[in-house]
């Protein structure tokens, strides 16, 4: 009888004490840009400074009906971030993404808006590897914007892993889409 309580103390420890939330450790000394990776077929472009310009100084002057309304606006300006295979480095392409949507992020319309930023993967790999990965696209890009001026108060971190595809078909181009970090504002 007192080995059966034994094992079944045992046992609820195990249980009730779960998964560790430690955060992957990033290696500081690694570089965040690798411009080996092409991202041509996910739509991005640079945007000159005219658009850059245009984008930091969305018209503050609008009135907006509710908060709801400033933050859709703000959002519909902010673009993901997508990222290659396996990997939580940057690419020049995408940071040209991060410096248009620091921009945003410290414009008149979204300087006092908290950011979530929001790590993604393909289906390819384990759940656990798809999460740490998510978690560290995430890290990385908050640390690019951080880098670029952005409060690190005003950012928090989520990773989703493979469960929020933006394409759920089986191809290569669509697991492009679905290897991106996205923003969310809110007040």
């Known amino acids: ?102 921009s945003i992020f410290n414009g008149d319309l979204a300087s006092d808006l908290v950011i979530k930023i929001e790590g993604n993967c393909d289906e390819w790999g384990t759940d656990e590897y798809n999460y740490a990965l998510g978690l560290k696209r995430a890290k990385s890009v908050k640390d690019s914007l951080a880098r670029s001026g952005i409060s690190e108060s005003r950012m928090s971190l989520t990773s989703y892993g493979e469960s929020t595809p933006l394409c759920s078909e089986h191809n290569a181009g669509c697991w492009q889409q679905n290897r991106r970090v996205d923003f969310k504002l809110f007040p």
């Open 1 to 102: 009888m007192k080995n059966i309580t034994m094992i079944s103390f045992a046992l609820a420890i195990v249980l009730l004490s779960g998964c560790s939330q430690k955060l992957p450790e990033m290696d500081a000394s690694i570089p965040v840009l690798d411009s080996g990776y092409n991202n041509d077929n996910v739509g991005s472009s640079v945007a000159n400074d005219n658009q850059l310009n245009q984008m930091a100084t969305m018209d503050s002057d609008t009135s907006y009906n509710s908060q709801d309304e400033r933050i859709g606006a703000v959002q519909n300006e902010v673009q993901s971030v997508y990222f290659a295979t396996d990997s939580y480095r940057l690419s020049d392409g995408e940071m040209s993404k991060i410096a248009q949507n620091t």
